[in-house]
């Protein structure tokens, strides 16, 4: 049985929503998760360094305080919860890198979401995910 999910997530109602039932289900498998919460802050066009900057720690501090909450909730329903936030707009690579280096053993994602500044669908995520890597994947 799977032991290690990763759980992508981008903040919305739905990413809540599937968080819910991944708790649920680490429940009853006695899965330990990582949740991943991957986004892409473009600055505007000829933005000075230390406004692009100053956009990358707002988005830092926010992933932050949105993912110890996540962690708060998994710990409250007894699972063992990692967290990592990575700034990105090649999303793909980092759900299976993060899978990978953290040793997931199924990848679970909800069937839409905000995924950034990329025109991916959950088809073509999911496509791209099963292309790469060899981890199982869920679309809950």
């Known amino acids: 049985m799977f032991e290690h999910f990763l759980l992508p ?5 739905l990413s809540d929503s599937t ?3 991944v708790i649920t289900f680490a429940q009853e498998t006695e899965a330990r998760i990582t949740v991943l ?8 066009v000829g933005a000075s360094v230390p406004v692009r900057d100053r956009i990358a720690q707002d988005a830092q501090h926010h992933a932050d305080r949105y993912l110890k909450g996540i962690a708060r ?6 699972i063992k919860c990692e967290t990592a936030y990575v700034s990105s707009d090649r ?3 980092v759900i ?6 953290r040793g ?3 990848i ?3 069937p839409h979401g905000r995924w950034g500044v990329q025109p991916l669908t959950i088809e073509s995520i999911r496509e791209s995910i099963l292309s790469v890597s060899d981890i199982s994947l869920v679309v809950v």
Do not use: W, Y
Request: charged fraction near 20%; glycine fraction near 6%.
């Open 9 to 13: 997530v981008d903040g919305s109602p």
């Open 19 to 21: 968080f819910h039932k």
């Open 37 to 44: 919460h991957c986004s892409s802050h473009a600055s505007p």
């Open 73 to 78: 909730k998994a710990s409250a329903a007894g």
């Open 91 to 93: 999303l793909v690579k």
């Open 96 to 101: 299976v890198a993060t899978a990978e280096e």
């Open 104 to 106: 997931c053993d199924l």
């Open 108 to 110: 679970l994602i909800a």
